[in-house]
């Protein structure tokens, strides 16, 4: 199955008409317009232009059969393949130094060989990753902007090809969706861009009944990570680093002062976006401590 960029929404809701439906496990194919829905392509394109209730699609969204609320999707990244040209911004007031910058500035970057050239001196290694992707909340809608306990927009660079993601499924089917691919983009995303491309992404769906986590789980070969966005850094940084320690308490044969001294010593707060609705950290551990890797 492929999953084309005409098939779109703009928000993560339970009320959304799916595209299609699956039995997982299922293997798919996903098409994604950049987060400008492809309007900042050319030159002459402009931010003045730009119509913003059409940013951030999420290609989608997808019925999972039989799932249900209290469910986990497991979804796992097989390949990204972008496009031969993105797109980066630094606008003004926007971003955490948007305060210094006058007007708004576009650059399309060309990918070459593998890498992004930002000018003719600066060629920087493509390490694709997708910034919007998810399932519907339980309650109202949420705009594909915004990250939350759905997934949403996390821009988390380690949503990469091989990372496997454990949504928490909260309605009927998931109605799971993505987009925001980005071709490259530095942890925290402090312009509000990365480098913003379309691409075709070759996802596993999988489904876990029960064991939905709080917040997404994100897995690969080396670690497993959760991923908390709230309104400050500082209250996402705390519900992350709360969530692995009893996350590892199931997993690990030793007291919790003994998790919490060892999380100290290896773990990892890596601050994925600081310029969206909500904030967003995630706290990484390595599997090779843990009794029993797995989810």
């Known amino acids: 199955m492929k999953l084309t960029t005409d098939k ?22 996903v098409a994604t317009k950049d987060c400008f829905s492809n309007q900042l392509r050319e030159p002459e394109d402009t ?38 040209k993105g797109t980066v911004c630094a606008l003004e007031n926007e971003g955490t130094l948007g305060h210094i910058v006058s007007g708004n500035h ?11 050239v930002f000018t003719p001196e600066i060629r920087i290694p493509v390490k694709p990753m997708i910034g919007v992707i998810g399932v519907a909340p339980a309650d109202e809608a949420v705009g594909c902007g ?16 091989g990372a496997t993601l454990y949504f928490p499924v909260a309605t009927e089917g998931a109605l ?10 530095g942890d925290g995303e402090i312009g509000v861009t990365g480098l913003e491309i379309p691409a ?11 064991k939905a986590p709080e917040y997404p789980v994100l897995e690969n070969e080396e670690c497993f990570s ?15 680093t709360e969530l692995m320690h009893d996350f590892l308490v199931e997993r690990m044969d030793l007291a919790s002062p003994d998790i919490i001294m060892l999380m100290s010593l290896v773990g990892d707060v ?13 706290f990484v551990f390595p599997k090779k401590y843990m009794t029993r890797a797995e989810f």
């Open 47 to 84: 931010i003045e232009g730009l119509n913003w209730d059409a940013t951030n699609p999420a290609t989608g969204p997808v019925f999972v059969n039989g799932a249900e609320p209290g469910d986990t999707l497991k979804v796992t990244i097989n390949k990204i393949d972008v496009d031969e």
């Open 146 to 161: 915004t990250p939350g306990h759905h997934g949403g927009n996390m821009d988390n660079t380690m949503v990469a090809e």
């Open 176 to 185: 799971f969706g993505l987009g925001d691919v980005h071709a490259v983009m």
């Open 270 to 282: 890596e601050i994925c976006q600081i310029v969206d609705p909500l904030k967003t950290v995630r």
């Open 200 to 210: 075709e992404i070759n996802l596993t769906i999988e489904l876990i009944k029960g």
């Open 226 to 240: 959760i991923i908390v966005s709230k309104e400050t850094v500082d209250e996402a940084t705390v519900r992350a």
């Open 106 to 116: 576009v650059k399309i970057v060309h990918i070459e060989d593998g890498h992004a």
């Open 8 to 29: 779109a929404v703009f928000s993560f809701y339970k009320g959304h008409e799916a595209v299609a439906s699956i039995d997982a496990p299922a293997t798919i194919d």
